[in-house]
């Protein structure tokens, strides 16, 4: 979007034109009269000047281009000229992710530039955990009487991709038909043993204990544990409660929230198991069935990356009733899906929805990051309302995997599988 505007820069020269105009004729002083005549000349001069015609290209060069969490990033920003006007006054603001800090230099340049000519700045940025994508540069340019300026975007696709490996996705046992990776108590034809039994006719003659009928003469078939996929549903809350930041300026907890999904799509992406994205909340519903291949990775991927609902700002509007979107979401869940529910569980409606999924028969787990540090008695009293919902879910029968962002989300994963299967 484009849009060109008068500065009034030199409305204070009219304002004393027309004075020492009108003290000139009042008290018949050449003095005042000519300055007068000087000062129309000088408020005349801006509406001559068309405004600039803004044509630039912009490109970021990152270093490291494939960060670790914490570490710093330095963006080299090249600004160039390719209209064929000169841009006496141009002021550039680069589109710094949200999330992501400025931890040494400035965003902001100044210049001049002539046609086919450029500008390089830098700056520097701490990189957190997820995929930051960067907003279009803002572009101010001011004709060479800086009474008119246009002001324009200017966009380049620049990423810095900032994720951990996972290990594997601590799923439920609700599987599907599907054979897979997850191993369940069903009888049948994996590869761990589960029990003998008597044999039926129609039996797999290659699962037959023939030793055991040598030394007894009874038929006996050996069962062994099924291994199937499961479908998944990476569910985020993304009603404005959650928001949150710890402190101004970082990272709130629905960054967290799609830094996670992305560590999990791409694990699971690496399975034979269907995978899936929902929303809770946001300027409008997402959702994506559970799939599997490339080109379903891919736009999962997009989806995450680019939907409204996903935005890095809170929503404006009020959200709709848990219960509604609750509802909604079950509707279109399979029978055999089972959820992952993305919440820092800061209110009792993301308790609710767990519980309501949970009791509909889809497993679900949930994945709470922490932003309830500091020491004010409001975080206090936040911290300790989040441990009582944690207690709650966990009552019911929830599985929960209660995230400090501050500890990489693959050591929590394990510490909470250690838990579960103690």
């Known amino acids: ?25 009042l008290f018949k002083r050449p003095l005042p009269l000519l300055l007068a005549v000087v000062g129309v000349g000088y408020a005349a001069y801006p509406q001559v000047p068309s405004p600039p015609t803004v044509s630039l290209d912009i490109d970021r060069r ?106 594997e996705v601590p799923l439920r046992q609700q599987t599907q038909q599907h054979v897979g990776r997850i191993v369940t108590n ?23 204990d023939w030793r055991r ?13 099924e291994e199937r996929a499961a479908s998944v549903v990476l569910c985020l809350d993304v009603r404005a409660s959650a928001y949150r930041s710890p402190e101004e300026g970082e990272p709130h907890a629905v960054a967290h929230e799609l830094a996670a999904a992305e560590q999990l799509l791409a694990e699971l992406a690496e399975t034979t198991d269907s995978v899936g994205l929902a929303t ?8 994506l069935p559970p ?28 959200d709709e009733a848990i219960d509604d979107q609750v509802l909604d979401l079950r509707r279109r869940l399979g029978t055999d899906t089972q959820v992952v529910l993305f919440s820092p569980l800061l209110d009792a409606g993301a308790v609710s929805a767990a519980l309501a999924l949970e009791a509909a028969g889809h497993a679900t787990t949930i994945i709470s990051p922490d932003v309830t540090d500091g020491d004010s008695p409001g975080a206090q009293l936040a911290r300790v ?22 500890v990489a989300l693959g050591t929590s994963l394990v510490h909470a599988q250690e838990r579960w299967s103690a």
């Open 291 to 318: 799939g599997a291949g490339r080109d379903h990775l891919l736009r999962a991927q997009q989806l995450l990356a680019t939907h409204p609902a996903l935005s890095p700002y809170p929503p404006e509007s009020s």
């Open 62 to 167: 990152l270093d490291p281009d494939d960060p670790a969490d914490g570490e710093p990033v330095t963006v080299e920003v090249t600004v160039t000229n390719t209209g064929q006007s000169v841009l006496p006054d141009l002021r550039i603001v680069d589109g710094v992710p949200p999330m992501l800090s400025v931890s040494d230099g400035t965003p902001r340049h100044a210049t001049a530039l002539r046609p086919g000519r450029r500008a390089t700045f830098s700056y520097e940025v701490t990189a957190t955990q997820g995929t930051h994508r960067f907003e279009p540069a803002t572009v101010v340019a001011r004709d060479v009487s800086g009474a008119t300026e246009v002001e324009t975007e200017v966009a380049a696709d620049t990423t810095i991709e900032c994720t951990a490996e996972v290990p």
């Open 213 to 225: 009928f040598a030394r007894t003469g009874e038929l006996t078939t050996t069962e062994f544990r």
């Open 1 to 25: 979007m484009t849009t060109v505007r008068r500065t009034r820069r030199w409305r204070g020269v009219v304002a004393v034109a027309l004075f020492a105009g009108a003290a000139g004729v």
């Open 186 to 208: 069903d009888g049948g034809s994996g590869v761990e043993f589960h029990r003998t039994r008597e044999y039926q006719r129609g039996d797999d003659m290659s699962r037959i």
């Open 385 to 406: 309302e989040r441990r009582n919902r944690l207690d709650t879910v966990r009552e019911a029968g929830v599985r929960v995997v209660d995230w400090s962002p501050d």
């Open 280 to 287: 809770l909340g946001g300027r409008e519903s997402c959702w």
